[in-house]
Structures are given as structure tokens and as C-alpha cells.
């Protein structure tokens, strides 16, 4: 197997798969982890860019940096660093729709397609599936999308610095990646050009424990 550039990948819960986001190819590529069989799920088979949505192959991605499978499994969401979206991959059906961003380079809060995002990178899903991250590294931020509501807000993060405290006080230059912790308390930012690792406190974490089949 080939890949090209590949820039995230996320392991399956029952760890029988991986997703890797295939940056340069515009692909989101599958490898069974017991054979090592990899093999295209959803992008252009000959790696064209676009925001196309639709079943498999017949979406397009444009430059995918971060992919993520939601803790039941159903969908995964990719960040796009060459649209500035993020996008959804329901993993039953391979159906890719549009999840939050315009197509043009922003910091505009608001719901779906009324948001704007500035090179998102990492995204990570909270334990209980209520609420996304993502590592919007030309903003310098850390933007929260609510699942339910697909509203995007500033989670952390103002402009361009390196400063600690709470919510818009902090200071970041160029977060890339972003995961929350397994019982929903804490998140670690990778704060690339400050060449440190954050830490956000999450004051109100999940009071219940997803099941994993």
C-alpha cells in the first residue's frame, strides 16, 4: 500500500480497524489492523480535491489533516485543512456530508455552514459523544462543535502568543493536535510552535460511561 502524506489516524474501540487521514491524496483510507489490508472508504479514487459530498468515492476531500471515530462507532469526522471545513463520514453507509465550515478561511462562530474555521486540524470527541474539539491552528484557538446543535464556539484560545488561563485569556500559536481524556475531565492541545503541551481543565466532564461494543 502507498499513502501520501499521511497527517492522522484514529484506531477503531473494538480495534479491529484504523481510519488514516491521507492529506495529500485527499483520501480517507481504511487499514484492517489483523491482515494490514488497506483500502479507500471515502475521496476521489484519483485523488482530486472538492467538498463534493456524497457515498465513498464519489465524495471529495481537500487536504483531510485530522480524522476521529465517534466512541459508538457509527461516523468518523475529518478536519480539512485545504477547505476549512469539517466534515462527516457515516461509516455504515460511507455517506460524507458537510458537518461545520464554510469554504473560505474565517474565525466566525455559529451553526454548520455559518461557521468558519483557519486551518482545523486535530479533532477529538468527547467520551459521551455530546461535543467535538478541533485544533484550529491559523486562529490559534480551540473550537468546540456541539453534535446535537452543530453550534461552533471558542472553547480556548485567543490570538497568536503563549499565554495560560481560562478560555479566551489563553494564548496559543498554531494548536495542531487536540484529545480529550477517556473520562471527559481534562484535554491535552499540542501548542506546535510554542513546542509545548497544553492542558484544559473541563469543568463540567461527562457524568456517564459510553458502552463499547
Do not use: W
Not at 173 to 199: C, M, Q, W
Amino acid at each position: 500500500a502507498l499513502f501520501n502524506n499521511p497527517t492522522s489516524v484514529d484506531i477503531s474501540f473494538d480495534a479491529s480497524y484504523c481510519l488514516v487521514a491521507d492529506y495529500s491524496n485527499h483520501q480517507i483510507r481504511k487499514i484492517i489492523l489483523s491482515t494490514a489490508s488497506v483500502s479507500l472508504i471515502a475521496g476521489d479514487p484519483n485523488k482530486a480535491t472538492g467538498t463534493t459530498n456524497g457515498i465513498g468515492s464519489n465524495a471529495q476531500f481537500n487536504q483531510p489533516l485530522g480524522v476521529v471515530i465517534s466512541p459508538d462507532q457509527s461516523y468518523a469526522l475529518v478536519s480539512e485543512d485545504g477547505s476549512n471545513q469539517v466534515r462527516k463520514l457515516i461509516l455504515s453507509t460511507l455517506q460524507v456530508s458537510l458537518l461545520a465550515g464554510a469554504a473560505t478561511a474565517g474565525a466566525a462562530n455559529g451553526i454548520g455552514s455559518n461557521a468558519m474555521f483557519n486551518s482545523p486540524f486535530g479533532i477529538t470527541i468527547s467520551p459521551d459523544g455530546g461535543y467535538a474539539l478541533v485544533g484550529d491552528m491559523n486562529n490559534n484557538q480551540v473550537r468546540q462543535i456541539i453534535l446535537s446543535t452543530l453550534q461552533v464556539s471558542v472553547f480556548a484560545g485567543s490570538s497568536q502568543g503563549n499565554v495560560n488561563g481560562v478560555g479566551t485569556n489563553v494564548k496559543f500559536y498554531n494548536p495542531t493536535g487536540v484529545s480529550i481524556s477517556f473520562d471527559g475531565s481534562f484535554a491535552l492541545v499540542n501548542d506546535r510552535l510554542n513546542h509545548e503541551i497544553k492542558k484544559i481543565q473541563i469543568l463540567t466532564p461527562p457524568t456517564s460511561t459510553p458502552t463499547f461494543t
